[in-house]
């Protein structure tokens, strides 16, 4: 079946830098994008989303990127910070299927003061 | 408005028990969902509901049924709980087609 997957599974950045996660999907009739941030021992929370007729939105410190022909899709946090660490997860939703979410296996954010 | 909420936090079973695990919403979403998650696999859809009175299967329902109270509540039950059901269990709700909001999980052990 179609799934989204993501480049880098770790990811380590100092106090201060700013982080880009990075995330393929493979089925082009997606239409609804999310990135989750999920904290150890929490349910996922959401963060920024961008539908499929948008190329860039931005939010407070994160921005999320789509690239339609390359089927890519990024998260950027601005001046990360400690309390950034956790595990983001990008979701893609398939143009069929209603409301259900196909995610990615996660990659995990640590931010060194 | 404590958005989604899960029962129990924390269960051990037996192999072969049954139990079911509640969830609630409080901000009048139609849908709501049933996920596990795994180490390195994310998150796997097990059933959901678009709306009341509805339920689907997803990506893994096998050994799992539901059940669609009422607008607010959606219960997972196992009846015959396996080793391979030891997961963490998420509960999420939306409204139709948007973002899904996510309750803090049931961390279940089947020994």
């Known amino acids: 079946g179609e799934s989204v997957g993501l480049h880098l599974p770790t990811l380590s950045v100092q106090e201060g830098d700013n982080s880009i996660i990075n995330c393929a999907y493979s089925n082009s009739a997606s239409d609804y994008f999310i990135w989750y941030k999920q904290e150890s021992g929490k349910g996922p929370q959401f963060i920024i989303d961008?539908?499929?007729?948008?190329d860039k939105r931005q939010g407070q410190r994160v921005t999320v990127l789509l690239n339609k022909t390359v089927k890519h899709l990024s998260l950027q946090i601005a001046a990360t910070q400690p309390g950034d660490s956790a595990v983001y997860f990008c979701a893609e939703r398939g143009g069929t299927s209603y409301g259900k979410l196909t995610f990615g296996q996660g990659t995990i954010l640590t931010v060194h003061p | 408005n404590a958005g989604v909420t899960q029962t129990p936090k924390f269960q051990v079973l037996k192999t072969g028990q049954s139990m079911t695990l509640q969830c609630a919403q409080d901000?009048?979403?139609?849908?709501m969902y049933w996920y596990r998650q795994d180490p390195g696999m994310g998150l796997r859809l097990i059933y959901y509901s678009a709306s009341e009175g509805t339920t689907d299967k997803g990506e893994v329902p096998n050994g799992y049924n539901v059940s669609r109270l009422n607008k607010r509540e959606f219960s997972l039950r196992l009846e015959s709980a396996a080793p391979s059901q030891t997961s963490v269990y998420f509960c999420a709700s939306s409204e139709r087609l948007d973002t899904q909001y996510f309750g803090p999980g049931t961390r279940l052990t089947v020994l």
């Open positions: 961008i539908r499929s007729n948008m």
């Open positions: 901000m009048n979403h139609n849908s």
